[in-house]
């Protein structure tokens, strides 16, 4: 069984060396999200970040799994539901098309 704090995720899939940087840097732009979200400041630019990267987890990791959470294991459901709530903040009227 491989220590996780020996082999991180990241630099197992081609990361490395950067892989826990990249790592830390991801989940320091939830929080800058969250903030921006909380102040109802730079709404756009935080979702897109946050979208950018949970359809990267989704393709890079949780696609793989499958769809429901149900039954523990790493599925996207929750990724899914999570970009449809900032795509609703960030378009709150839908998008108008001209």
């Not at 081609?14 to 732009?29: E, N, Q, R, T, Y």
């Not at 987890?57 to 949780?62: K, Y």
């Not at 039954?71 to 960030?90: C, D, Q, S």
Request: net charge positive; charged share 10%; with cysteine.
């Amino acid at each position: 069984m491989k220590n996780i704090c020996n082999n991180p995720y990241l630099n197992t899939v081609d990361f490395a060396p950067i892989g826990v940087p990249l790592a830390w840097a991801i989940k320091l732009s939830h929080v800058a999200a969250a903030i921006c979200l909380l102040l109802d400041k730079y709404i756009k630019p935080a979702a897109i970040v946050t979208i950018s990267i949970l359809l990267a987890g989704i393709v890079m990791l949780h696609f793989k799994e499958g769809w429901y959470v149900v039954g523990g294991g790493r599925k996207w459901e929750y990724n899914f539901l999570l970009i449809v709530v900032l795509l609703a903040i960030m378009y709150p009227n839908g998008l108008r098309m001209a």
